[in-house]
């Protein structure tokens, strides 16, 4: 149990952060995402991939992580973004706080 107004835990699992995400942007403008998150946010993220990455019929030749990858973009884009092409950030901004 933890002590709100006492000592900071001993157990580093409790001392780190429960979610970390690193966005890096390379060189050809795509970008590599890596981190970590605590076990509900993980479950709400697998299950959100998951019902977005099944294979759209016999033939859909995608390997499991580019379902997910598309998966990945159709949830975080806002609706109807994927319509079509954003070509700069400030297009993107422009879609996203209109």
């Known amino acids: 149990m933890l002590d709100q107004d006492g000592k900071a835990p001993d157990v580093p699992e409790l001392a780190q952060p429960t979610r970390e995400l690193y966005i890096t942007r390379r060189a050809n403008g795509s970008f590599h995402i890596h981190g970590h998150v605590d076990p509900e946010t993980g ?8 019902s977005k990455s099944k294979p759209t019929s016999a033939d859909d030749t995608r390997t499991t992580p ?27 901004e422009e879609y996203l706080w209109a």
Request: aromatic share 6%; glycine share 6%; no cysteine.
């Open 43 to 50: 479950a709400m993220l697998e299950a959100a991939i998951a």
């Open 66 to 92: 580019q379902r997910q990858g598309d998966a990945f973009a159709e949830i975080t884009a806002p609706r109807g973004a994927l319509s079509y092409p954003l070509q700069s950030r400030e297009r993107l």
